[in-house]
């Protein structure tokens, strides 16, 4: 996710001692409430890590994912990561870091299924299934358009015709589509075909951690820290342990 040659710069006297982050607690694996009721996740450990590199005090605070953006207002946090992604309405509201996990999308087809060449002249005679007004929907009418598209109302609609061979191939979103795959109702149906699709104009730049917009400081410290966790595995370790199906 970081550039190996961009070597951080030493934390100085205004690095934050102590970081308020606020999330959800109701998008596994994300964020989600253990057993035991604790804040469990790959966003929650990513937060105490990032305290951690920072020797900085650290609370994790649960919102409603729409009080987010208020709770950060009023300062009833410095700082958000709870999978927030960067649109124009909240680039608007707050700051992002540098993202520390992409959104790509991905083909998926039925595990005993052929070994599709997932490139546009490779499909041609394919049915590719996908969810109905979605970006990924867009993006194969770009560039597969020699493909058939057959839309559905939802992904689980999507999978359904999958398994039940109604079409060759879904595409959608990577992450949800990882998930899915690793779900023990999914029954080891399916897996992905060929490489993420990273294209910004469809997928988004990523998932970074939001702050004000005055808290530049805070940025800062957060990027170079990023950066620390990336260069020592700490985000690898992060994403293995939460998507052992991963979404790349």
Known sequence: MFDPQNRSAAFGPEAPKQIRFLTADDYPPFEFLG????LAGFNVDLARALCAELKAGCTIQPRRWDNLLDALDAKEGDAIVAS???????????????PYYLTPARFVSLTGA????VRPEGLRQATIGVEAGSAHEAFLQRFFGRSTVQSFPDRAAMMTALREKKI???FGDAVS????LNDPRSGGCCAFRGGPYLEPAFFGEGVG???RPDDDVLRRALNRALQ???????LAELYLKYFPIGFY
């Open 228 to 234: 620390r966790l990336d260069e020592r595995g700490v």
């Open 35 to 38: 057993a035991d009721g604790a």
């Open 114 to 117: 052929k070994d599709f060449d």
């Open 209 to 211: 951690i939001a702050v």
């Open 168 to 170: 060759d191939l879904a």
């Open 177 to 180: 589509l990882a998930l899915w």
């Open 84 to 98: 927030l992604r960067e649109t124009p309405a909240t680039r608007a509201r707050v700051r992002f870091t540098a």
